[in-house]
Every structure is written in C-alpha cells, then in structure tokens.
C-alpha cells in the first residue's frame, strides 16, 4: 500500500485531495507565479491526525511541505516542481479556539484558524490579538507563526513572535511536543517555541498556539499626512512618539506611486487627499481612554509641524467608518500591485536613521540595472521594514524568456538588498525566505549563523523531508 493509500485509510478519502483539479488550489502560489506538484495534499483535523501524516510519511521517505493559508510572497507554501512525491499538509480544518483565559490575557487557537476570526474571538471578551496584515481574512495562524509575520501593528505590539506565549508542535519523528504554556516567564532553560517560529515549516509543524492578548482599544484617532520626503516622516514619527509614547499603535508610509496605483487598480478606494503628493502617511493612536485625549494629542503635534513647514497637507479622520475606508487603501497595496503589473518585491528592513538613505540609495542602484523604473514604496516605519518594488509592466516582462526574468529578478533585488545589509539591514523583514531567498541567505547571512541553523536542522530532520529547498541554502557555509 502506497502512502497515498495509508492516508486515505487513515484520514478518510475526503480528506485526502488527490489529481491535478482537485489539489489545483494548493500547488500554486496566491500570485499564480509559481506552480509546483505534489501526489496529494492532506487535510488533517486533529493534532494526532498530523502527528499519523508525519509517522507515514517518515517511513515512505515522502518530503513534507506545510500550508496554511498560502498567501507567502515567497513561495514558502508552495511545493517543488521537482519533488513530485511531496504531501502537503494543509491545516484548514484545524480551525478550533481551544480556550480563552481572560484573566490571563491569553487564548489557545489551533493553527488552521484565520487571523480575522482570531481577532474577532478576542474581541468578544474585549482583548485584542494585534498581529494585523493585509492578507488576515485568508492567512491562518500556523502561518503567520513559521513566518512570524509582522504588519502594521509591530511598532506597538511587535511581530507574532512577541505576541506568542507557547506552541504545540508535531516533531519531523511523529512526537507531538505541548508546549502550550500560558506563561509570561518561564526560566528553565531554552525557550524553544522561539526555534519553530519563523522556521517556516522546515523544523516541525505547528498545530496550536497559546496567543498573547491585550486590552482591546476603545478609543482612536487618524490622521492622513502628505509630506514632502521620508525624512521628514520620521522627524514626524519622533515628536509623534514623544507626545504620544505607547498610544502610537501604527505609522505606515507609501509613496505617490503605490497610492495611486490602489485608487487605480481596487474599486472603492479613495484618497484622502491630493494623491499626486510625492509621500503619504497613515497615523493611528490607540487606547482605552476617550477619544477626545487622542485626538488633542494628535491635533497638538500635527499643528506644531503644520506652523514648522513639515505638512504639505493632513486629514483628520472624522468617524469610524473613515478610519475604517483608510485603513482599506493601505491594506490594498498588495491586491493592487498584483493587478497592476510585474513587481519585483522586496522586504528589507533598516534601522530608522537609515531608512530614508536606503530609499535614495535602493532607487539609484535600482535604476542602474532597470533604468527609470517606477519605484513602489510602502512602509511600515515605525519599525524600519519597508517594501520596496521596482515595477515592470507585463508587457516588458512577457518580451523577455524566463531566464532573462530570472536573471533581472535576481540582479534588482540583489542590488537592493545590497543597500540594506551596507546599512546594517536585513534582506527580509517580515515576508520569510521561502524558496525564492535562500541564495540571499547564502550571501547575507554570517557562516556561524548558517552553520548553527543546519546543526538545529540536521537534529530534528535529519531525513531532510520537512519544507525541503525552504529557508536554508544547500550549503551549511559561505
């Protein structure tokens, strides 16, 4: 009996997707860039179901991908093209809030649940999960943990790592570890929910999580800002964080050309202001005070650097339902990039000094291998990630032969990321690596870093079936 078979035995056949149609939603990025194959993808509803998966799999020697709501940029989800014999793990059905302890601020959800119904799980015992992405009506938790996904939330509340309490995790041997502890401190030796998030699925997958919650916001303000630079968004970002401190929950930057490109691309959306100004800004405070502070305190910064010279101009949400509309232009970016042409996504990070350099810097060296480009931008700064994307049209892109693509793909985001390790950044902010970064992480990442993560890698799978060509560059070294 082939693995297939001992699958179906085992799970049931509808639980078992097998042919071209019916795993079609599964071998393909959100894109549609990258295609892969697979002899079946499976969809497990228990944590001892996925722990059964992984013990047939290990005795067949099947690789392993794990998918949760495959909306990676960086074909993390997707499997191999040339690993035709892999089984995906799809988490969908895992889909359970196990508990929610108010007392303790925290709540055990299993890995399938999308991030939307986490939020709004919290919301009804007025707590807040405030990991917040584009992408939180579709992607699911066990996702956003193996990628520890950040988004416009981090300046306050920090990426999914900070905001995770503990795992249950199904080990490459079959072994289920609980480590869902609801600890705030726990100090007994290596802290090791920390190896399985942002491993991407390559060291053991996640099942359930206890997640950190916090006290739900009743209160908030926004401000849409046009300003003439970056430089001059972070001088606002300071004032605003020392006016406001911990109440600054999101600073999101974009240039002309995204903003333009989400009131051309998705319906519905509309500027706030003039979208011809050169750099816009997204500020929210929230609290669980009134909202008149808020707004005083917002008011108060933003008329001081209006009489400085520092606004071109500035919109002060009126209603919840504008900041709600605001928030849709910036959580479109991704949507309307897609349907605007071919971007060349990169997801650096800088220290904030340096963020307005690496902008310049990135467009100059951009520019030199694809000359006079449209250069997206979109930020979140008050962290230092910043999306930048070089566009191409799809009718450039279509002229030129898959290697040629190959090719320019490669050389711009090298060229890029060059920029930012020279600035004392990293080559990827909050997307993961994927298989489409792990020659970035040959290039960028020091050899004692790499030797340590292939060491912690060979320990756990040492029959290399989890997530392989993710993460990790074929060499353990330089």
């Known amino acids: 009996m082939d693995v297939v078979q001992q699958l179906v035995a085992q799970l049931g056949d509808s639980a078992v997707l097998r042919g071209p149609e019916d795993m079609a939603g599964h071998?393909?990025?959100?894109?549609?860039?990258y295609q892969g194959r697979a002899q079946c993808v499976a969809l497990p509803s228990t944590t001892e179901q996925v722990a059964a998966i992984v013990r047939l799999c290990r005795q067949a020697g099947a690789p392993i991908v794990v998918q949760g709501g495959n909306t990676s940029l960086c074909e993390g989800a997707v499997p191999r093209a040339e690993l035709p014999g892999t089984v995906v793990i799809n988490l969908a059905r895992m889909r359970q809030v196990r508990s929610v302890d108010v007392a303790n601020n925290s709540m055990v959800v299993e890995a399938g649940c999308v991030l939307a119904a986490v939020q709004q799980a919290a919301a009804a015992h007025d707590r807040l999960y405030p990991v917040s992405l584009g992408a939180e009506g579709s992607c699911q938790i066990g996702g956003n943990i193996a990628t520890n996904a950040g988004g416009t939330g981090v300046l306050r509340?920090?990426?999914t790592r900070e905001n995770v309490l503990g795992l249950e995790v199904v080990l490459p041997d079959g072994r289920i570890w609980n480590g869902l502890?609801?600890?705030?401190?726990?100090?007994?030796g290596f802290d090791l929910k920390h190896l399985f998030i942002g491993s991407e699925g390559t060291l053991g997958v996640v099942t359930a999580a206890t997640l950190k919650l916090h006290p739900l916001p009743t209160a908030r303000a926004m401000a849409w800002l046009a300003v003439d630079s970056p430089q001059t968004a972070l001088t606002l970002l300071a004032r605003l964080q020392r006016r406001c401190g911990a109440a600054l929950s999101a600073y999101e930057l974009m240039n002309d050309v995204q903003l333009n490109i989400v009131l051309q691309q998705v319906s519905g959306r509309r500027a706030p202001l003039n979208p011809q100004h050169p750099w816009h800004v997204l500020v929210e405070l929230s609290d669980t005070g009134g909202e008149a502070v808020l707004a005083a305190a917002l008011e108060e910064v933003l008329e001081a650097a209006a009489s400085e010279g520092l606004l071109l101009d500035a919109a002060l949400a009126a209603s919840g339902q504008q900041q709600a509309d605001w928030w849709e232009v910036r959580h479109s970016v991704s949507e309307g990039n897609k349907k605007a042409g071919i971007g060349i996504n990169t997801d650096p990070a800088v220290p904030l000094s340096a963020v307005p350099a690496f902008i310049a810097q990135a467009t100059a060296a951009a520019h030199r291998v694809l000359p006079g480009a449209p250069i997206i931008v979109v930020a979140h700064l008050g962290d230092g990630n910043v999306h930048f994307i070089p566009q191409v049209s799809f009718e450039q892109w279509r002229a030129l032969a898959p290697e040629q693509q190959d090719r320019l793909s490669h050389a711009v985001k090298q060229a890029v990321n060059e920029v930012a390790h020279a600035l004392g950044g990293t080559?990827?902010?909050?997307?993961?690596?994927?298989?489409?970064?792990?020659?970035?992480?040959?290039?960028f990442k020091p050899p004692v870093e790499l030797d340590l993560m292939h060491t912690i890698k060979q320990a756990l799978d040492p029959e290399?079936?989890?997530?392989?060509?993710?993460?990790?560059?074929?060499t353990p070294s330089h």
């Open 427 to 443: 080559f990827s902010a909050e997307h993961g690596i994927g298989q489409v970064l792990t020659e970035e992480m040959g290039l």
């Open 27 to 33: 071998l393909s990025d959100w894109r549609g860039r």
């Open 464 to 474: 290399q079936l989890f997530n392989p060509g993710r993460l990790l560059p074929a």
């Open 157 to 159: 509340y920090g990426n």
């Open 181 to 188: 502890y609801g600890l705030r401190k726990n100090n007994t």
